[in-house]
């Protein structure tokens, strides 16, 4: 068990969406074909973004569609996202090398907490993945439906407008700019999922490693009790050599985890900060988008739109689910052992667990800004500061 192996789904969009983020420690090469097919799908982005900037300055305000706005966005957001990730590949393979070094050595305890986080969140994560791309695939082709009613278009007959040509032009150059449009919103939307999907690992990966601390410390005291080597002195009893060996290994590990913990959040800090601002203009533009369509009457726009919030609704909480659970597993690792005998042990051991429970005070936030930190509850303020945003603006229209 590594990390490449360890999550399918990670593995499966990172090659499709064409990041090619690393997935091994030593940060191999991808095979050519890979990398050629990395590089046509960036080149295509590359036009679709310039043609949506080159919209956004053209188009007057009032004709410009909020869906146009709300891809310029979050095109913005995947370019900076993966502008740090691959500055920090070094960091990556270091990081993805010493889970590796804990995944690879560890027994079947260790296998069984790291299936058991990892396995329920993938469903989920599909489903954000699947209804996003099936609600843009649908609502990207829907403008070719005037076909046989036009002869001449312009740029804002596009979903989202984008600037290919001078306008009015043709039906093939608006056949070309629709076919561009679903292409580059596939590609940027999945893009943004398999950044996510990349990131919730690591931070899945981490909470395990906090998780299996818990586990083993609780089943040192649990099995001490169990064995035949220890000794009843007065009202206590001494642990065994072999329990304090196991105490100390654990120190190790746990030591270990800190350090990691430190080069993921080095490495995630900025990103979740961004991913926070990105979330609050994402939802803001889809709100005015389902309103405006909800005010037209037009059902169609509707359902799409409330399928596409409501896949962008399941990440962004997955998302704060996740960097919540990191940050309660490492308050709560000793939680479970000291509902065991631990004080029956000797003076050498329980200034060990001691230790161990002051570092539960060494919270595990991954956020460089207090009041752009992602968790449960930041899931809620993001969702009415998105809401707030969004009737400022539709009253400023």
């Known amino acids: 068990m590594d990390f490449q192996n360890v999550n399918s789904l990670n593995v499966r969009l990172n090659m499709f969406s064409g990041n090619l983020l690393p997935m091994t420690s030593d940060d191999s090469l991808f095979p050519i074909p890979w990398r050629i097919y990395s590089v046509i799908i960036w080149l295509i982005e590359m036009i679709y973004i310039c043609g949506m900037t080159l919209a956004l300055i053209?188009?007057?305000?009032?004709?410009?569609?909020?869906?146009?706005?709300?891809?310029?966005?979050?095109?913005?957001?995947?370019?900076?996202?993966?502008?740090?990730?691959?500055?920090r590949r070094d960091l990556i393979s270091q990081l993805i090398k010493d889970l590796n070094g804990m995944l690879r050595s560890e027994d079947e305890t260790m296998k069984n907490i790291v299936l058991s986080i990892l396995k329920p969140i993938n469903t989920p994560l599909e489903f954000y993945w699947i209804a996003g791309t099936s609600s843009l695939m649908i609502w990207s082709y829907i403008p070719l439906v005037v076909l046989s009613k036009k002869t001449y278009f312009s740029y804002?007959?596009?979903?989202?407008?984008?600037?290919?040509?001078?306008?009015?032009?043709?039906?093939?150059i608006f056949?070309?700019?629709?076919?561009?449009v679903f292409i580059g919103?596939?590609?940027?939307?999945?893009?943004?999922?398999?950044?996510?999907?990349?990131?919730?690992?690591?931070?899945?990966?981490?909470?395990?490693?906090?998780?299996?601390i818990a586990t083993k410390l609780a089943m040192i005291f649990r099995d001490a009790q169990d064995t035949d080597d220890k000794v009843r002195e007065g009202c206590y009893f001494k642990i065994s050599s072999y329990a304090e060996r196991r105490m100390r290994t654990l120190c190790r590990h746990h030591n270990s985890v800190m350090y990691i913990t430190s080069m993921l959040k080095e490495l995630?800090?900025?990103?979740?900060?961004?991913?926070?601002?990105?979330?609050?203009?994402?939802?803001?533009?889809?709100?005015?988008?389902?309103?405006?369509?909800i005010l037209s009457s037009n059902l169609f726009d509707t359902f799409m739109i409330?399928?596409?919030?409501?896949?962008?609704?399941?990440?962004?909480?997955?998302?704060?689910?996740?960097?919540?659970?990191l940050l309660n597993a490492s308050m709560e690792i000793t939680n479970r052992a000291f509902h065991e005998k631990w004080y029956q042990y000797e003076s050498s051991l329980k200034r060990i667990f001691m230790l161990m429970i002051m570092s539960n005070n060494l919270v595990c936030k991954l956020s460089k800004f207090e009041k752009f930190n992602l968790s449960l509850s930041s899931f809620t303020t993001i969702l009415n500061q998105s809401y707030s945003i969004a009737l400022l603006f539709l009253k400023m229209k």
Do not use: W
């Open 58 to 87: 053209l188009i007057p305000k009032e004709v410009l569609q909020d869906g146009g706005t709300m891809g310029f966005l979050v095109s913005i957001e995947v370019f900076v996202l993966m502008m740090r990730m691959n500055s």
């Open 156 to 172: 804002s007959d596009f979903r989202v407008p984008i600037v290919l040509t001078k306008q009015p032009f043709t039906v093939e």
């Open 175 to 180: 056949v070309l700019g629709t076919i561009l």
């Open 185 to 212: 919103n596939l590609y940027l939307f999945t893009k943004k999922v398999a950044l996510d999907v990349y990131m919730i690992n690591f931070v899945l990966l981490m909470t395990a490693q906090y998780h299996y």
């Open 268 to 293: 995630l800090s900025s990103n979740m900060s961004l991913m926070y601002l990105s979330n609050v203009f994402r939802f803001c533009f889809l709100g005015i988008m389902l309103i405006s369509a």
């Open 306 to 325: 409330s399928m596409f919030i409501s896949g962008g609704l399941v990440q962004l909480y997955i998302l704060c689910l996740c960097v919540q659970q």
